[in-house]
């Protein structure tokens, strides 16, 4: 694509970035992220929700959590994105339920999805 002179926009990111977590590659993520912050698609809820999801399950739970904290908007994927990221990682029961009540501060509302990551590390404790 950039060898044909076409930028990648909003739109093209998150399947880049959907493609490095199927390779398993953070490293190549990483490069990618710092194309995606120079190009100014970094803030972007689409676009931030796939690089939330590659750290998270690359174990960079830390890397995901500043970028969602970085979001000045969140939408109801990037919240279960975040969910589902402390869920999987299976020592972080509090910090599910501890999102879960930040997310209810907001007035973006729980859905199925929110309330299975909850679910799900409800019998971990």
């Known amino acids: 694509m950039l060898g044909f002179g076409t930028c990648p926009d909003k ?3 998150p399947y880049v970035i959907k493609a490095c977590c199927g390779l398993q590659s953070l490293r ?3 490069l990618i992220h710092g194309s995606i912050r120079d190009l100014g698609f970094e803030l972007d809820v689409f676009v931030a929700s796939a690089l939330i ?3 998270a399950e690359n174990g960079c739970i830390d890397e995901a959590r500043r970028l969602f904290d970085k ?3 969140k939408d109801s994927v ?3 994105v975040m969910l589902n990221a402390y869920a999987q990682d299976g020592n972080l029961v509090d ?3 501890g999102l879960y009540r930040e997310m209810r501060m907001t007035e973006t509302k729980p ?3 929110s309330y299975a990551c909850i679910l799900s590390v409800c019998g971990l404790e």
């Open 28 to 30: 190549l993520g990483r």
């Open 71 to 73: 979001m000045p908007e």
């Open 53 to 55: 999801k590659l750290y």
């Open 111 to 113: 859905n199925s999805i």
């Open 78 to 80: 990037m919240w279960n």
């Open 95 to 97: 910090d599910v339920i």
């Open 11 to 13: 739109y093209t990111f």
